[in-house]
């Protein structure tokens, strides 16, 4: 597969990915002006890659997500945030996706989405995505409670975490996973590893357009990527916010792969196991028991997962057995006394306050 290029050809779809620098918006003006950036990216990216068909941008990149004004910079599928979107893509002849975080609940009494839109080239909308998973424990959006999958497949951020969600879209027929995200600081070498996971898993190509910089309460690790349906890396970002990267998507080698590869067909295999050694077609039955009770009763797959982790959304609220805190070492108890000391350096510890010397730093 071609790397490096800045064309496409009718055999391929020019994808550029975006490590956008993270707003801080505070008012509905400020995220118009935002806007405007992004579509004067949008043209300038068109100028540069004259290939290029798709561009996406990363979640939070329309409103940013201001800690106590995000309620008041809402919008909608007809606001005019969107309306400089579909502007932008017919004016340079490509598609675009990008964020609204968030888009207004059509109940006054619920929270808003956080929604990925994907902009055709005649700037009109032709994908919509609602997060399925927000982030625990800081995101407010109501879930969204349905993928859709065209050639392309949008999730955001947390969303891709779950297998689950990569294998629904594929079997919608995406060729493509596109996930948008604003991801920090520390989860920087997970992230990149899921979307080169997802890819192979899903003989999908994925690309990441993510944050990059800081707000007013995290720094962003960019990395937008590009990753080929056999996991490897086609392209990515360092960084340094405003960065973009390119890569051509062969439509003619992943359709071979999916068509002809046998060991590593996954979707092929998934769904046919054992046709190598007990006849043709294989079985197609699920052999996972967590997935049958999922489906079958989705309480009691509730009750399995609790029994697991805990009983209450906050770990404060759990019934369950906290975890006894380590006795200190016997370096503690050295340093500080085997009474008094040693049972202060004990309650310092259990409390998450420990000095340097109940951490065992001197």
């Known amino acids: 597969m071609p790397v490096g290029s800045i064309s496409s050809s009718p055999d391929t779809v020019g994808v550029a990915v975006v490590n956008y620098r993270v707003p801080i918006c505070e008012t509905r003006e400020d995220v118009m002006e935002n806007c405007k950036k992004i579509a004067a990216t949008v043209q300038g990216l068109k100028?540069?890659?004259?290939?290029?068909?798709?561009?996406i941008f990363p979640e939070y990149s329309t409103q940013?997500?201001?800690?106590?004004?995000?309620?008041?910079?809402?919008?909608?599928?007809?606001?005019?945030?969107?309306?400089?979107f579909k502007q932008a893509c017919k004016d340079n002849g490509v598609y675009g996706i990008f964020s609204l975080t968030g888009e207004k609940h059509p109940d006054p009494a619920k929270n808003p989405y956080n929604t990925l839109i994907m902009?055709?080239?005649?700037?009109?909308i032709n994908h919509v995505y609602r997060k399925i998973f927000p982030w625990v424990p800081k995101e407010p959006w109501t879930a969204g409670h349905e993928t859709s999958g065209l050639v392309v497949g949008?999730?955001?951020?947390?969303?891709?975490?779950?297998?689950?969600?990569?294998?629904?879209?594929?079997?919608?027929?995406?060729?493509?996973?596109?996930?948008?995200?604003?991801?920090?600081y520390p989860a920087k070498e997970q992230q990149i590893n899921v979307a080169k996971i997802r890819a192979w898993e899903n003989n999908a190509y994925v690309a990441v357009a993510n944050m990059a910089g800081r707000d007013l309460v995290y720094s962003y690790f960019g990395h937008?990527?590009?990753?080929?349906?056999?996991?490897?890396?086609?392209?990515?970002?360092?960084?340094?916010?405003?960065?973009?990267?390119?890569?051509?998507?062969?439509?003619?080698?992943?359709?071979?792969?999916?068509?002809?590869?046998?060991a590593e067909n996954h979707i092929y295999n998934l769904m046919h196991r054992g046709y190598t050694s007990e006849g043709p077609g294989g079985h197609a039955a699920c052999p996972f028991d967590?997935?049958?009770?999922?489906?079958?009763?989705?309480?009691?797959?509730?009750?399995?997962?609790?029994?697991?982790?805990?009983?209450?959304?906050?770990?404060?609220?759990?019934?369950?057995?906290?975890?006894?805190?380590?006795?200190?070492?016997?370096?503690?108890?050295?340093?500080?006394?085997?009474?008094a000391n040693g049972k202060a350096a004990n309650g310092l510890a259990a409390n998450g306050h420990a000095n340097g010397h109940a951490n065992g730093v001197h």
């Open 224 to 262: 937008s990527n590009i990753i080929s349906f056999d996991g490897t890396t086609l392209a990515e970002c360092g960084t340094s916010p405003d960065e973009a990267t390119y890569s051509e998507l062969s439509l003619s080698a992943i359709r071979n792969a999916r068509r002809n590869w046998t």
């Open 119 to 124: 902009i055709t080239d005649q700037g009109e």
């Open 64 to 84: 940013g997500f201001h800690p106590t004004l995000w309620s008041q910079l809402t919008t909608t599928l007809d606001g005019p945030e969107v309306e400089v």
């Open 290 to 339: 967590f997935y049958k009770t999922w489906t079958a009763a989705p309480e009691k797959a509730k009750a399995l997962s609790e029994a697991l982790t805990r009983d209450a959304d906050s770990p404060g609220d759990a019934t369950c057995i906290d975890i006894a805190p380590m006795p200190p070492s016997r370096l503690i108890q050295n340093s500080l006394g085997k009474a």
């Open 154 to 184: 949008g999730c955001i951020c947390y969303d891709m975490n779950m297998p689950e969600i990569g294998r629904d879209l594929t079997f919608k027929g995406a060729e493509l996973l596109v996930r948008i995200q604003g991801y920090m």
């Open 47 to 55: 100028r540069g890659y004259p290939g290029l068909d798709l561009v």
